[in-house]
T-cell receptor, first 111, second 115 residues
């Protein structure tokens, strides 16, 4: 099993550009999550999903959208990137009851 | 609102010495508790978790943690630190009023190991 994978690993955007981060898991997990990690702030939840076709807002959802059209994939979109969205983004997944498994992260730099 | 506090931003420990990393949370009921470790440039790896039962939990890499309900704490310990333990450690808490769907993370403690 590959576990949780994230695409791309690193990306540079200009302010105003859009992009989509892809998270894929092969563990048949129901729950999936998107976090951002910034120095000194730990991980903050952006959006999450409790099943295919459902999404919900987390702690810092503004400027992001998500979709979960397939159980194994969870997409995070930035419609108009801002420098404040420079961060490391982590995806995670878990079963109905259990620990979260994390992907390796995507480093995003917005100029 | 629920919160998780890791009061130590950095800790330096000599190799072979014991380690204790602190984690406190604010919540009335019993939460789900986790400790994760993150090496530079990597994702997060679970060290241990507490859902219920014995309040002393054993994890991987020789780590253990103790849930103390009266102190709302879940401190991480290791009796003898190895240089490879240098990393950032995150405490995370799941709360019943969110159906344990979400985790709240502390801001992390960076462990430095001196020779």
């Amino acid at each position: 099993n590959a576990g949780v994978t994230q695409t791309p690993k690193f990306r540079v955007l200009k302010t105003g550009q859009s992009m989509t981060l892809l998270c894929a898991q092969d563990m048949n997990h129901e729950y999936m999550y998107w976090y951002r990690q910034d120095p000194g702030m730990g991980l903050r939840l952006i959006h999450y999903s409790v099943g295919e076709g459902t999404t919900a807002k987390g702690e810092v959802p503004d400027g992001y959208n998500v979709s979960r059209l397939k159980k194994q994939n969870f997409l995070l979109g930035l419609e108009s990137a801002a420098p404040s969205q420079t961060s490391v983004y982590f995806c995670a997944s878990r079963r109905f009851e259990g620990q979260q498994y994390f992907g390796p992260g995507t480093r995003l730099l917005v100029l | 609102a629920q919160s998780v506090t890791q009061p130590d931003i950095h800790i330096t420990v000599s190799e072979g010495a014991s380690l204790e990393l602190r984690c406190n949370y604010s919540y009335g009921a019993t939460p789900y508790l986790f400790w994760y470790v993150q090496s530079p440039g990597q994702g997060l790896q679970l060290l241990l978790k507490y859902f219920s039962g014995d309040t002393l939990v054993q994890g991987i890499k020789g780590f253990e943690a103790e849930f103390k309900r009266s102190q709302s704490s879940f401190n991480l310990r290791k009796p003898s630190v190895h240089w490879s333990d240098a990393a950032e450690y995150f405490c995370a808490v799941g709360f019943m009023n969110t159906g344990f769907q979400k985790l709240v993370f502390g801001t992390g403690t960076r462990l430095l190991v001196s020779p």
